[in-house]
C-alpha cells in the first residue's frame, strides 16, 4: 500500500534532549512538508522540501531541524532550543505542479504526539 | 502573504439535516487550489474536497460541496443528509500554485452531530 508513514505514534521528551521525529513516503513525491498543530488550532508549516539536499523554513522553524537525504525521508529534529514542542506533529507530501487529477493534493501521515516531561 | 479564516470555532447540526462551514481568505493571487480538510478523532487528517481558483464551477463530492466565491474570496463547505460519522474537525486550507505550493491553514471548526 502507497502511503506516509509516522513514527512513533508517541514520543515523550525530557527537558534538554534532541528527539527526531521520523517520516516516509512510497507516493514517490517530491515535495515533503512538517506541521505542527496546537490545540485549538490549525496547522503551521515548520519546514518543508521541494527536493532532495534541499529545504526550507517554513512559518515556525525555530527550534527544529530538518534533513532531505532521501526522496523518500524527511525526518524531523526537535531541539532543545525549542521552548514549547509539546504538540501534534504531522508530516505530508505532495506532487509539485499540475499533475492531472492528484495534482496539488497534500497526503497526511497518521502523526505524532511529542511531549515534555 | 495569505490568511485563511474560518469565523465558527464549532458548529453542530441534526442527523441527516444540512449544515454550512464557512471559509474566508486573503490572497493577492489569481491562480490557487482551496481544500477542505476533514479531521476525525484519529487526527488523521483526509481531503474533502478540492477547488481550483480558474473553475467558475462549484467542486462536489457525493453529500460535500462548496460555495466558492472569488470575488469575495470565500469558499464555504456544505453538507447534505449528515452522518454520525462526519464529526470531526474542519480544516478550510488555500494553496499557492508558486513555488513549494505551500498550504495556509484556518483555525478549524469543531463539527458535532446530533442523532
Known amino acids: 500500500d502507497g502511503g506516509i508513514t509516522q513514527s512513533p505514534k508517541y514520543l515523550f521528551r525530557k527537558e534538554g534532549q534532541n528527539v527526531t521525529l521520523s517520516c516516509e513516503q512510497n507516493?514517490?513525491?517530491?515535495?515533503m512538508y512538517w506541521y505542527r498543530q496546537d490545540p485549538g488550532q490549525g496547522l503551521r508549516l515548520i519546514y518543508y522540501?521541494?527536493?532532495?539536499?534541499?529545504?526550507q523554513k517554513g512559518d515556525i522553524a525555530e527550534g527544529y531541524s530538518v534533513s532531505r537525504e532521501k526522496k523518500e525521508s524527511f525526518p524531523l529534529t526537535v531541539t532543545s532550543a525549542q521552548k514549547n514542542p509539546t504538540a501534534f506533529y504531522l508530516c505530508?507530501?505532495?506532487?509539485?505542479?499540475?499533475?492531472?487529477?492528484?495534482?496539488?493534493?497534500?497526503?497526511f501521515g497518521p502523526g505524532t504526539r511529542l511531549t515534555v516531561l | 502573504a495569505q490568511t485563511v479564516t474560518q469565523s465558527q470555532p464549532e458548529m453542530s447540526v441534526q442527523e441527516a439535516e444540512t449544515v454550512t462551514l464557512s471559509c474566508t481568505y486573503d490572497t493577492s493571487e489569481s491562480d490557487y487550489y482551496l481544500f477542505w480538510y476533514k479531521q476525525p478523532p484519529s487526527r488523521q487528517m483526509i481531503l474533502v474536497i478540492r477547488?481550483?481558483?480558474?473553475?467558475?464551477q462549484n467542486a462536489t463530492e457525493n453529500r460535500f460541496s462548496v460555495n466558492f466565491q472569488k470575488a469575495a474570496k470565500s469558499f464555504s463547505l456544505k453538507i447534505s443528509d449528515s452522518q454520525l460519522g462526519d464529526a470531526a474537525m474542519y480544516f478550510c486550507a488555500y494553496r499557492t500554485q508558486q513555488g513549494a505550493q505551500k498550504l495556509v491553514f484556518g483555525q478549524g471548526t469543531r463539527l458535532t452531530i446530533n442523532p
Open positions: 507516493l514517490n513525491h517530491d515535495a
Open positions: 522540501s521541494q527536493i532532495v539536499n534541499d529545504f
Open positions: 477547488q481550483e481558483a480558474y473553475k467558475q
Open positions: 505530508a507530501s505532495s506532487i509539485l505542479g499540475l499533475a492531472g487529477v492528484l495534482g496539488n493534493e497534500q497526503f
